[in-house]
């Protein structure tokens, strides 16, 4: 009996867990590195205890409470990878702490709880998507998967846009237009059926994240390019640094090179610089992740190719891959969120620019109440060549009334004959339940929005 590609990725973890265990030498530094330790509660000065306790979770022990924390609140910012001096990548630790955490509640448990997250991501995104786009532009950004035999040729690249950014489409149709105007040939891939397996992977499923980690390889091969462009950090983490290594050790190749949509316009700027012909007069910041730093430098490179724009610098920490990673400390998540504003504010910008899709949709809720524009960094690039995608998330988020935007949506309703129930439940989850209530059924969301407005 053939050996599935589940047990073949479980497998593969389980040989870089044990390659970990022996390489590690409990000095502590990625603990010390991490910014979620202080904001968690955690002491810097116990580091080498709670890498001990990490370390005893991935041993198969009981860890401790300390390291069970550290590894609930991980972003996945990356910040302990550089800390590390002996050929560990603490990201990976960390993660497969949390696994080996969950599993003590059981197989069972997990799958459910890891069912339940992904389903209310996957509900929300189809119905939050389809409010804002007709059914075939929408088709646009998932196009249905085909057989390999059915592409036509070897496209440049696949652009794999991940599950969610339908919900901020205007992003992914201006990411298009710019590799229309480059003359590349590309085949878009995304959406659930070409799902990451973060979700899972979150949660402690490892087993669902490798076969759906896995599935998404394969299924990204079938146009036979040998690159894949990503658009969203926590696929090219997910797959890049969880799949892709499992996947070549239990095949011997990866199919394609995975890189993020940013480098990829980074070499072909000479190209953007004759299509720039629009100056763009703005000072603009930028709400920077830290989960693939290469990003961060490939965005400002772009930027600052656009005639007239000026990218300002911001002292304010760094962190996470996305908005919604940050969930996990509130309290934290909305200090720093203040405190970027602050920063904007006093240094006089005209812009404040999201870079990913996650972060776009928390951003642009606060627009009334900061005196700059808040965009995505695309829409700058948009400008600068004469594109314009209008942000149809951003102009729901301002209606602000779920009966109001159910009313200017009718037409669309009723085109994807979609069930109202339904349809005000993702929006309160959405839009005004936010990413803290993601564990919350959408009975129950509705109820707490509902006695948020008592």
């Given at each position: 009996m053939?050996?599935?590609?589940?047990?073949?990725?479980?497998?593969?973890?389980?040989?870089?867990?044990?390659?970990?265990?022996d390489?590690?030498?409990?000095?502590?530094?990625?603990?010390?590195?991490?910014?979620?330790?202080?904001?968690?509660?955690?002491?810097?000065?116990?580091?080498?205890?709670i890498?001990?306790?990490?370390?005893?979770?991935?041993?198969?022990?009981?860890?401790?409470?300390?390291a069970?924390?550290?590894?609930?609140v991980?972003?996945?910012?990356?910040?302990?990878?550089?800390?590390?001096?002996?050929?560990?990548?603490?990201?990976?630790m960390?993660?497969?702490?949390?696994?080996?955490?969950?599993?003590?509640?059981?197989?069972?448990?997990?799958?459910?709880?890891?069912?339940?997250?992904?389903?209310?991501?996957?509900?929300?995104t189809?119905?939050?998507?389809?409010?804002?786009?007709?059914?075939?532009?929408?088709?646009?950004?998932g196009?249905?998967?085909?057989?390999?035999?059915?592409?036509?040729?070897?496209?440049?690249?696949?652009?794999?846009?991940?599950?969610?950014?339908?919900?901020?489409?205007?992003?992914?149709?201006?990411?298009?237009?710019?590799?229309?105007?480059?003359?590349?040939?590309?085949?878009?891939?995304?959406?659930?059926?070409?799902?990451?397996?973060?979700?899972?992977?979150?949660?402690?499923?490892?087993?669902?994240?490798?076969?759906?980690?896995?599935?998404?390889i394969?299924?990204?091969?079938?146009?036979?390019?040998?690159?894949?462009?990503?658009?969203?950090?926590?696929?090219?983490?997910?797959?890049?640094?969880?799949?892709l290594?499992?996947?070549?050790?239990a095949?011997?190749r990866?199919?394609?090179?995975?890189?993020?949509?940013?480098?990829?316009?980074?070499?072909?700027?000479?190209?953007?610089?004759?299509?720039?012909?629009?100056?763009?007069?703005?000072?603009?910041?930028?709400?920077?992740?830290?989960?693939?730093?290469?990003?961060?430098?490939?965005?400002?490179t772009?930027l600052?190719?656009?005639?007239?724009?000026?990218v300002?610098?911001?002292?304010?920490?760094?962190v996470?891959?996305q908005?919604?990673?940050?969930?996990?400390?509130?309290?934290?998540?909305?200090?720093?969120?203040?405190?970027?504003f602050?920063?904007?504010?006093?240094?006089?910008?005209?812009?404040?620019?999201?870079?990913?899709?996650?972060?776009?949709?928390?951003?642009?809720?606060?627009?009334?109440?900061?005196?700059?524009?808040?965009?995505?960094?695309?829409?700058?690039?948009?400008?600068?060549m004469?594109?314009?995608?209008?942000?149809?998330?951003?102009?729901?988020?301002?209606i602000?009334?779920?009966?109001?935007?159910?009313?200017?949506?009718?037409?669309?309703?009723?085109?994807?004959?979609?069930?109202?129930?339904?349809?005000?439940?993702?929006?309160?989850?959405?839009?005004?339940?936010?990413?803290a209530?993601?564990?919350?059924?959408?009975?129950?969301?509705?109820?707490?929005?509902?006695?948020?407005?008592?």
């Amino acid at each position: 009996m053939s050996t599935s590609g589940a047990d073949l990725f479980l497998e593969a973890l389980r040989k870089r867990v044990d390659a970990t265990l022996d390489a590690c030498t409990r000095c502590g530094d990625c603990v010390v590195a991490c910014p979620m330790v202080e904001p968690a509660g955690l002491d810097p000065a116990k580091a080498v205890a709670i890498a001990q306790g990490t370390l005893d979770l991935l041993a198969g022990g009981g860890g401790t409470r300390d390291a069970e924390r550290w590894a609930d609140v991980c972003t996945n910012s990356g910040k302990c990878i550089p800390a590390c001096k002996h050929g560990v990548n603490p990201r990976f630790m960390v993660n497969m702490a949390r696994v080996a955490s969950r599993e003590k509640l059981g197989a069972d448990a997990v799958r459910r709880s890891a069912a339940r997250f992904f389903s209310s991501m996957n509900r929300s995104t189809r119905v939050i998507s389809r409010l804002l786009l007709a059914p075939e532009v929408l088709e646009r950004l998932g196009p249905p998967l085909r057989d390999k035999a059915a592409y036509d040729g070897e496209p440049d690249i696949v652009f794999y846009t991940g599950c969610n950014i339908g919900k901020t489409p205007h992003i992914a149709l201006l990411v298009l237009d710019v590799l229309d105007a480059l003359e590349v040939e590309y085949e878009v891939m995304g959406g659930v059926a070409t799902c990451c397996g973060i979700q899972q992977f979150k949660q402690g499923d490892a087993r669902t994240a490798g076969r759906v980690g896995f599935n998404t390889i394969e299924r990204l091969a079938r146009p036979g390019a040998s690159r894949v462009i990503s658009w969203c950090p926590s696929c090219q983490v997910q797959i890049g640094e969880i799949a892709l290594p499992a996947y070549e050790d239990a095949h011997g190749r990866v199919p394609f090179d995975l890189s993020p949509i940013a480098e990829f316009f980074v070499e072909r700027l000479d190209d953007l610089r004759r299509l720039f012909v629009h100056p763009v007069r703005k000072r603009v910041a930028l709400q920077e992740r830290a989960a693939v730093p290469g990003i961060m430098v490939a965005v400002k490179t772009v930027l600052r190719a656009i005639p007239g724009l000026e990218v300002v610098e911001l002292d304010v920490p760094v962190v996470s891959t996305q908005a919604s990673h940050l969930s996990v400390l509130p309290k934290f998540k909305a200090e720093l969120r203040e405190r970027e504003f602050k920063a904007a504010a006093d240094a006089g910008v005209t812009t404040f620019a999201s870079i990913f899709h996650g972060c776009h949709r928390e951003l642009v809720k606060f627009q009334p109440d900061v005196p700059f524009e808040l965009v995505n960094f695309m829409e700058l690039i948009g400008e600068a060549m004469g594109i314009h995608v209008p942000d149809l998330y951003k102009r729901l988020q301002a209606i602000g009334d779920i009966d109001a935007i159910i009313a200017d949506t009718t037409d669309l309703i009723a085109v994807h004959g979609m069930d109202l129930d339904e349809v005000r439940e993702a929006i309160a989850y959405d839009m005004f339940g936010g990413r803290a209530a993601q564990a919350l059924p959408p009975s129950a969301v509705s109820e707490a929005q509902g006695a948020k407005s008592v």
